[in-house]
């Protein structure tokens, strides 16, 4: 078998593990607040989420097309297969390293600064594709901020609208209308974070010679890629629910119907112009909007401060990860 061949197969092996590794890594983006208020049992939401993030990642494939192409340029990569077979090792040790210790890094960080390292390991910093890899930083940094605003608006306008009705009422109310805001969270996460798998894996192709003319991922790289998203979903990642759903703020199912939807609505508008964005990111920014628009003491900063952290170092970090699993994959392929 041509080592071609073999390496494509290990990138699309590879590039499902991710897939399904970001699932239960990133469980608690879609339903950390609706365990937390009970609005679901856990069971019952994992089981939601992962129905809905298999069809959120059939349904779309810009943000695809984006990994794909704006990173670096398929067509021209040198040595590209190991490049990204280099990236994903990166991506996946970066994500079980923060599973393993319950922080909710950033998955999207992770991939786009494993393959950026790897390629520039590959062929220095003039590889990179610099309009379209700007573009997605902006896209990161921009989106969790934004995520925060409209977190803080949202439940601004519901303290405003319901501050004189009766509260056990209320938070039954909310409550089930939580479980439709985290349905809708769990359907743009699938439509957002199981497509860069299918854009890594599309750029395996491209490189092998196996496609050509065309960053559009094909069908079964689609199905194959939401499967595993699903799949991984269903594992969960209980770790993660806890940070997220406990350790920002203690939260009542009026905050989680503002979290949900302030950070549906930002994930979806990213699809909507293809830029990958990280949903943990945007999740997290939700709750803390929402949080400080209720009580600002009352939101655990400490939390939120290690969680910035490791957002921060993450890209750079993988990077360097990956740069050195280029070197070591260099001597073998």
Request: net charge positive.
């Amino acid at each position: 078998m041509e080592p071609i061949l073999i390496i494509t197969i290990a990138i699309v092996i590879f590039a499902l593990a991710f897939d399904f590794i970001n699932g239960f890594h990133d469980t608690a983006n879609a339903i950390a607040t609706a365990v937390s208020t009970k609005a679901l049992k856990p069971r019952h939401a994992i089981l939601m989420a992962a129905v809905l993030n298999f069809l959120g990642a059939i349904m779309f494939h810009g943000v695809a097309k984006t990994v794909s192409k704006d990173i670096v340029d398929p067509f021209t990569l040198q040595n590209g297969s190991v490049v990204i077979l280099a990236a994903l090792f990166s991506a996946i040790a970066w994500n079980l390293i923060t599973w393993y210790y319950g922080i909710p890094s950033s998955s999207s960080h992770t991939l786009i600064g494993s393959i950026a390292g790897a390629a520039v390991a590959s062929g220095g910093f003039g590889v990179l594709q610099y309009a379209g890899f700007t573009k997605i930083i902006v896209a990161l940094i921009i989106s969790p901020l934004l995520a925060f605003g409209v977190g803080f608006v949202i439940y601004t306008i519901i303290k405003v609208v319901f501050k004189n009705a009766n509260l056990t009422q209320t938070n039954r109310n909310f409550k089930f209308l939580q479980i439709f805001t985290a349905a809708a969270q769990a359907f743009s996460h699938g439509s957002n974070d199981a497509q860069k798998a299918m854009g890594i894996i599309t750029m395996a192709l491209i490189s092998a010679g196996m496609q050509t003319g065309s960053t559009e991922p094909l069908f079964w790289v689609q199905m194959a890629c939401a499967t595993a998203m699903g799949l991984g979903t269903a594992v969960g990642g209980w770790k993660i629910i806890k940070t997220v759903g406990g350790n920002i703020m203690k939260i009542r199912p009026a905050n989680g119907v503002a979290a949900d939807l302030s950070s549906a609505l930002i994930i979806f508008g990213a699809t909507y112009i293809h830029l990958p964005v990280s949903t943990t990111h945007v999740v997290s920014s939700s709750i803390l909007g929402v949080g400080s628009s209720h009580r600002v003491k009352g939101v655990k900063w400490t939390t939120a401060q290690r969680m910035i952290i490791t957002w921060v170092i993450t890209l750079p970090i993988s990077a360097l990860i990956a740069a050195v699993c280029y070197f070591v994959l260099n001597i073998f392929f």
